[in-house]
């Protein structure tokens, strides 16, 4: 079956930068687009940034737009989330998650994402 996790969080000061990782098995990595979601407590899950099976396309939330860099190495099965410039409303689990959507499409909500990993905390001391 499919699985995804994530690697990398973990403990760092405002300003600075963590790289997540999520390594995937079970499924077809490059005929899905990836996405990474996060929670904070008391919050709905949310979208961050998402690549594009072709990895031609990407989107980001506003929130993280020009701090977040998502890439994808189709030959490793995995997606990574650059995070620089972290804030402390940065805060929260990190989720990976799969879209089998259309090669240039990329979805926002998480309801069109079929697989998930367990997540992966962020926290970021002020």
């Known amino acids: 079956q499919a699985q995804l996790v994530e690697s990398g969080g973990g403990l760092v000061q405002s300003g600075g930068s963590l790289r997540l990782s999520c390594t995937t098995s079970?499924?077809?990595?490059?005929?899905?687009?990836m996405g990474w979601f996060r929670q904070a407590p008391g919050k709905e899950r949310e979208f961050v940034a998402a690549?594009?099976?072709?990895?031609?396309?990407?989107n980001y939330a506003g929130s993280v737009k020009g701090r977040f860099t998502i890439s994808r190495d189709n030959a490793k099965n995995t997606v990574y989330l650059q995070m620089n410039s972290l804030k402390p409303e940065d805060a929260a689990v990190y989720y990976c998650?799969?879209?089998?959507?259309?090669?240039?499409?990329?979805?926002?909500?998480?309801?069109?994402?079929?697989?998930w990993g367990q997540g992966t905390q962020v926290t970021v001391s002020s």
């Open positions: 079970g499924f077809a990595f490059s005929a899905y687009a």
């Open positions: 998650a799969a879209d089998r959507a259309p090669p240039m499409v990329i979805h926002t909500s998480l309801y069109d994402y079929r697989y």
């Open positions: 690549v594009s099976r072709s990895r031609a396309t990407t």
